[in-house]
């Protein structure tokens, strides 16, 4: 079984950053494309970005392109998800999830979820 925990969150003010972390226990973490994903209250569950197994290849939402960068460290089973230039737009449950495959955008697409993050940014 996969898990996967979250860490990071918290309340940080319009223009600052923060780096969430997902620590994944799997076998072999590197066989897993890593996604991060998000939910404002009353929205629907959006994607941010999407990292392969060896990290050489990213996807990031248009909405977050040059603001936010996925990242992963296969020696500590770990995917990082870097944001700056927070908006109070950002402001949301953020979650990493895994599957086996190539980078996807879809929800659908991934098998293993954690259980989420919260991130507030205040204007």
């Known amino acids: 079984q996969v898990q996967l925990v979250e860490s990071g969150g918290g309340l940080v003010q319009a223009g600052g950053s923060l780096r969430l972390s997902c620590v994944v226990s799997?076998?072999?973490?590197?066989?897993?494309?890593m996604g991060w994903f998000r939910q404002a209250p009353g929205k629907e569950r959006e994607f941010v970005a999407s990292?392969?197994?060896?990290?050489?290849?990213?996807i990031t939402a248009d909405s977050v392109k040059g603001r936010f960068t996925a990242a992963r460290d296969n020696a500590k089973n770990t995917v990082y998800l870097q944001m700056n230039s927070l908006k109070p737009a950002d402001t949301a449950v953020y979650y990493c999830?895994?599957?086996?495959?190539?980078?996807?955008?879809?929800?659908?697409?991934?098998?293993?979820w954690g259980q989420g993050t919260q991130v507030t940014v205040s204007s």
């Open positions: 999830a895994a599957r086996i495959g190539g980078k996807s955008t879809g929800i659908k697409a991934y098998n293993y």
């Open positions: 990292i392969i197994g060896n990290g050489a290849s990213t």
């Open positions: 799997a076998r072999t973490f590197s066989d897993y494309t």
